[in-house]
């Protein structure tokens, strides 16, 4: 078991990000010409093309590259922008599959100033670059009239509740996963079907809670409880059932 998160997910997390981004942008290439004061990038377009080739850079950095040229760097069109993240991904990758422990603690000139890092921080940096200049660019595209949408796998009702306060996302616009809890009490000729489908004693009154997660799935038995029909109190758990 690891101590902490590696660094394989944020990676795959970043090129997912890279690719709903393209995507956007397919259905909205108008929007990247959007005037952009960011990061002095002067249009969404330059901005994208900054987040994406510092990953790039990142990546030469790691294996021992020299930093790319950016003005060379071609991304006139859409598929020569997102090559250049595609390609600081790859490189990316290919480090990880074949770093050291003493690989991550060698400190690395930047190649600007007097900056340097360890292949450890810069890697880090790559990443959370990017997540905030994607946050950024999320802020002006909803300022200029498109909706942006909170897509996470975190429970929906917690992300609504602070999504507008924190992001300045409506609670609409926020896509999670979330539960339903249904509580039956079943008697007589019900309550026998129910013991006999979950291979538990037969009892007068039964409770089940049933969960079911996301859109497609099925309301799900969890459980049952013995009930004491003289106080309606349930006294024990009788099965464990999971689905």
């Not at 690891?2 to 981004?21: K, M």
């Not at 990061?39 to 990142?58: S, W, Y």
């Not at 991304?75 to 997102?82: I, N, Q, R, Y």
């Not at 200029?144 to 609670?171: H, L, M, Q, W």
């Amino acid at each position: 078991m690891h101590a902490g998160i590696e660094f394989a997910p944020l990676i795959a997390y970043t090129e997912q990000e890279n690719t709903g981004w393209k995507k956007f942008f397919e259905q909205h290439p108008n929007a990247l010409d959007l005037p952009c004061d960011v990061a002095g990038a002067g249009t969404v377009r330059e901005l994208t093309f900054h987040t994406l080739a510092v990953h790039l850079m990142f990546g030469n950095l790691l294996l021992g590259l020299p930093r790319p040229d950016f003005k060379t760097l071609p991304h006139a069109t859409l598929e020569e922008l997102f090559a250049v993240g595609d390609e600081g991904i790859a490189k990316t990758r290919k480090f990880l599959a074949s770093a050291s422990e003493a690989d991550w603690d060698v400190v690395v000139p930047l190649g600007f100033r007097d900056l340097q890092a360890s292949k450890r921080k810069m890697l880090m940096q790559s990443i959370l670059h990017g997540v905030h200049h994607r946050a950024q660019l999320a802020t002006l595209l909803r300022q200029n009239g498109f909706k942006t949408y909170i897509v996470t796998g975190s429970g929906i009702d917690f992300i609504r509740a602070c999504a507008e306060d924190i992001y300045d996302i409506p609670r609409e616009q926020v896509i999670g996963s979330s539960q339903k809890l249904r509580f039956e009490v079943n008697e007589g000729r019900g309550a026998e079907e129910i013991h006999k489908a979950m291979h538990c004693p037969r009892r007068t009154v039964v409770l089940i809670c049933k969960v079911a997660t996301g859109p497609d799935r099925m309301m799900q038995p969890r459980g049952c409880l013995k009930c004491d029909t003289a106080n309606g109190k349930f006294l024990q758990h009788k099965c464990n059932v999971t689905g």
